[in-house]
């Protein structure tokens, strides 16, 4: 059984500046709620009760540490002025997971696996949801990715598997996966190639950075060195040097993915919303 996800939100959010020099970009608003409130909500719906969100140090992960923690005084005043129906959406997930605050520090090591890295001690040795606090995966079924993710490596009997778009013409922005078909539904990862500037396939397995790990792909981290291209500690070569060993199950998903990471992305993701 699944119970742990570490969501990532330490990152400067460049793209958006200069209002994320003080906002952070998983804090901003899709429609009513942050965005990194649609991936928590991901991983409720997919029965898991303990969160860690690792966070940027000191005042840069205060949003996120204050929005996901009790606050009496402003409870109190809105319950005092009647405003309980307003409270609740923010107050009620606190009662559904316990959430664990890391804080990534600012030193020599960049890059998607940091969080991870950071967040070992939570992880101990188990099972563990791994994704970004500013990606959506938008459904208007009321259901969970996260959740059929977590189905779907049980039904096929491997240690780890991470989730996939199918459209081609995003290929260049993130990467490709390569793949070896088991049976007719499963799809084992082979490879990955990232972002490819002339994919012209219109469908093809794409990477959205949301992963279903064992503990035992910790080690895969603690080995883990910069990637001689940019430098950084990445998540996919740790997963690709794990896929080498074991088998890791491509699921491909239900909902629409928006990277709210960038200002086009999120544009969108509020656009949509809106239509649900």
Request: proline fraction near 6%; charge should be negative.
């Amino acid at each position: 059984m699944v119970t742990k996800a570490v969501i990532a939100v330490a990152g400067f959010g460049s793209r958006f500046f200069p209002v994320a020099k003080t906002l952070n970009k998983c804090m901003l608003p899709i429609l009513n709620k942050p965005v990194v409130q649609y991936a928590v909500e991901d991983c409720l719906l997919a029965g898991i009760t303990e969160i860690a969100i690792v966070t940027a140090p000191g005042q840069a992960g205060s949003q996120v540490r204050h929005y996901f923690s009790p606050d009496s005084d402003m409870e109190a005043y809105f319950r005092s002025r009647g405003w309980a129906d307003k409270w609740e959406p923010a107050a009620r997930l606190q009662d559904l997971a316990d959430f664990t605050f890391i804080e990534q520090p600012r030193d020599s090591r960049y890059g998607t696996a940091v969080p991870a890295m950071v967040a070992k001690d939570f992880i101990g040795g188990d099972d563990f949801l791994l994704l970004a606090g500013d990606d959506l995966l938008l459904r208007s079924d009321g259901g969970s990715d996260l959740a059929v993710l977590i189905a779907r490596r049980e039904q096929a009997g491997t240690p780890a598997a991470l989730a996939a778009t199918v459209d081609g013409t995003q290929a260049h922005r993130y990467g490709v996966l390569s793949t070896r078909d088991r049976d007719a539904t499963t799809h084992i990862l082979t490879g990955m190639l990232e972002k490819p500037r002339d994919w012209q396939k219109p469908t093809c397995y794409i990477n959205i950075s949301r992963y279903l790990l064992p503990g035992e792909f910790v080690p895969y981290l603690d080995r883990l060195k910069p990637n001689p291209i940019n430098g950084e500690y990445q998540t996919t070569d740790a997963v690709e040097a794990y896929a080498a060993d074991r088998e890791v199950l491509v699921s491909p998903t239900t909902g629409t993915y928006y990277d709210c990471g960038n200002i086009n992305g999120w544009l969108a993701a509020n656009n949509a919303a809106a239509q649900i």
